[in-house]
């Protein structure tokens, strides 16, 4: 299956849309407006909410952010380090042993669960806002989008920083 989270080009919290590949939204993604840790909350369909995500509030060492459920239990921790130049960021605290990896300057990263590849990321091309191509198995694909928003903020943060 294949998703295509679009930033919009205007937003103030940093919200995107979720489509599939007949342009139906899947998920919807508000960001919250003057958050310092880019909290955004990803809702289905049906405006029920699936999943939050989270910078870490101070990055000493490496950029984090965090991906909790509706009911506030962390599933995942994306991690990487800031001074480090490969373009593996680790998953932690999580169920099964993941990763996200990529090379550099690179437009298309790997999903890795338990060592097999579950999902592919290509970031794709566009002057004004980022947008992105998740393509994985459909029952993958829930959490896979909030990694894959996970991803976008430590992205983002390192272009700040």
């Known amino acids: 299956m294949k998703l295509f989270?679009?930033?919009?080009?205007?937003?103030?919290?940093?919200?995107?849309e979720v489509l599939n590949e007949n342009k139906e939204l899947v998920y919807k993604v508000k960001g919250k407006v003057f958050s310092p840790t880019k909290k955004?909350?990803?809702y289905n369909a049906k405006?029920?909410?699936l999943y939050v995500v989270r910078n870490r509030w101070f990055n000493p060492l490496a950029n984090k952010v965090f991906i909790f459920d509706a009911q506030k239990n962390k599933l995942a921790t994306i991690k990487k380090n800031k001074w480090s130049f490969n373009?593996?960021?680790?998953?932690?605290?999580?169920v099964d042993a993941m990763s996200i990896e990529g090379?550099?300057?690179?437009r298309t990263s790997k999903i890795f669960?338990?060592?097999?590849?579950?999902?592919?990321?290509v970031r794709e091309f566009t002057l004004i806002a980022d947008s992105f191509m998740l393509e994985a198995d459909e029952k993958e694909i829930p959490f896979l989008t909030a990694l894959v928003i996970g991803f976008d903020n430590i992205k983002d943060k390192i272009q700040k920083d």
């Open 5 to 16: 989270i679009k930033n919009k080009v205007v937003s103030v919290g940093g919200s995107s």
């Open 40 to 42: 955004k909350k990803i």
């Open 47 to 49: 405006e029920e909410l």
């Open 87 to 94: 373009a593996k960021y680790e998953i932690e605290d999580c």
């Open 103 to 106: 090379k550099i300057f690179g």
């Open 113 to 121: 669960k338990n060592e097999q590849e579950v999902g592919v990321i």
